[in-house]
Every structure is written in C-alpha cells, then in structure tokens.
C-alpha cells in the first residue's frame, strides 16, 4: 500500500499561484510514475499532469487546460511531487489529487494509478 498526502490547497484570486505538495513515505517512490488530477463538482475527475520515473530521466505530460501554466516536479529524495499553479483561473476550482502507479504505464488514465490520497481543495475566485 503506498500512502499519499496532498497539501497546498486554499482559496486565491484569478491570476494567482498555489504550489501542491504530495508527500509519500517510502524508499519506493522514485521508481513510481505520479499524476494529478482533479474534480469539480459535479464533473468527472480528469487528468491535470504527470511525471515519469524512468532512472534519471523523467518525462511530464500535461493536459491542454494547464499546459504553460502548471508545472509538475519531483524531489525523490523528499519522496515529495510538486504541481506549481501559476496564472490560476475559476475555471482551476477543484479537489486536487495525487496519484502513484508503481507499475509506469505512462498513463493520463486515472484507471491506470492504483494509489490516490485524500485530495486537496483549490478554490478560485473571480
């Protein structure tokens, strides 16, 4: 079982920057690929951004909605992923989750991240 716990969250105005932080215990995460995604109500949770864990290199992907504006990184020895949030706009209002696949399928599909923490919210207004 792998632990995920998500912070960073809060309220901000339009053009705003918030930095999530995901945090996982263990000596495993380095060979873990992470993901963030996010829900708002009433919509399906969708794919926000992703980092590869492919040895010293790693690969992000990020949906077209954030593309320029967030920006997702690791810190393995911290056993911590990070989605900086620049420029934020209301339509960014959501819960915030992080995600692990232990099994580096490469994937935007929430189906493919076995792991998932509590979620964060990020509220922001107009």
């Known amino acids: 079982h792998v632990q995920l716990v998500e912070s960073g969250g809060g309220l901000v105005q339009t053009g705003d920057s918030l930095r999530l932080s995901c945090a996982a215990p263990?000596?495993?995460?380095?060979?873990?690929?992470m993901g963030w995604f996010r829900q708002a109500p009433g919509k399906e949770r969708e794919f926000v951004a992703s980092?590869?864990?492919?040895?010293?290199?790693?690969?992000?992907n990020y949906a077209d909605s954030v593309n320029g504006r967030f920006t997702i990184s690791r810190d393995n020895a911290k056993n911590t992923v990070y989605m900086q949030m620049n420029n934020l706009k209301p339509e960014d209002t959501a819960v915030y989750y992080c995600a692990a696949d232990p099994y580096n399928r490469g994937s935007n599909a929430r189906q493919q991240y076995p792991y998932w923490g509590q979620g964060t919210q990020v509220t922001v207004s107009s």
């Open positions: 980092v590869t864990s492919r040895g010293i290199r790693t690969n992000t």
């Open positions: 263990g000596r495993t995460f380095g060979t873990y690929d």
